[in-house]
């Protein structure tokens, strides 16, 4: 049964910090490519970061780059998401998606982002 499972979101003031885990399982993790995105209220949802499988490729929105970054532990099967700096216009929930021959996503985890 193929889980990806999202953890480490809340509430924290502009300019704090928060990272994100997500912990999967159910198929080979080290292969595929493993993205987070975000969806705000009446927002699409956008690509935040993409971490490749093999070659260790990392891209990023223009609107994190220099505050989000992406990491994964393959050893773990788990991909992270540190998230400095953060701006109310960050507030969102947060997916873990895996893309490979087929693709999975998270359940989302809620980031608030305000004082």
């Known amino acids: 049964q193929v889980q990806l499972v999202e953890s480490g979101g809340g509430l924290v003031q502009p300019g704090g910090s928060l990272r994100l885990s997500c912990a999967a399982s159910?198929?080979?993790?080290?292969?595929?490519?493993m993205r987070w995105y975000r969806q705000a209220p009446g927002k699409e949802r956008e690509l935040v970061a993409t971490?490749?499988?093999?070659?260790?490729?990392?891209k990023y929105a223009d609107s994190v780059k220099g505050r989000f970054t992406i990491s994964r532990d393959n050893a773990k099967n788990t991909v992270y998401l540190q998230m400095n700096s953060l701006k109310p216009e960050d507030t969102a929930v947060y997916y873990c998606?895996?893309?490979?021959?087929?693709?999975?996503w998270g359940q989302g985890t809620q980031v608030t982002v305000s004082s």
């Open positions: 998606n895996a893309l490979g021959p087929l693709e999975y």
């Open positions: 159910g198929f080979s993790f080290s292969s595929y490519v």
């Open positions: 971490f490749t499988g093999a070659g260790s490729m990392l």
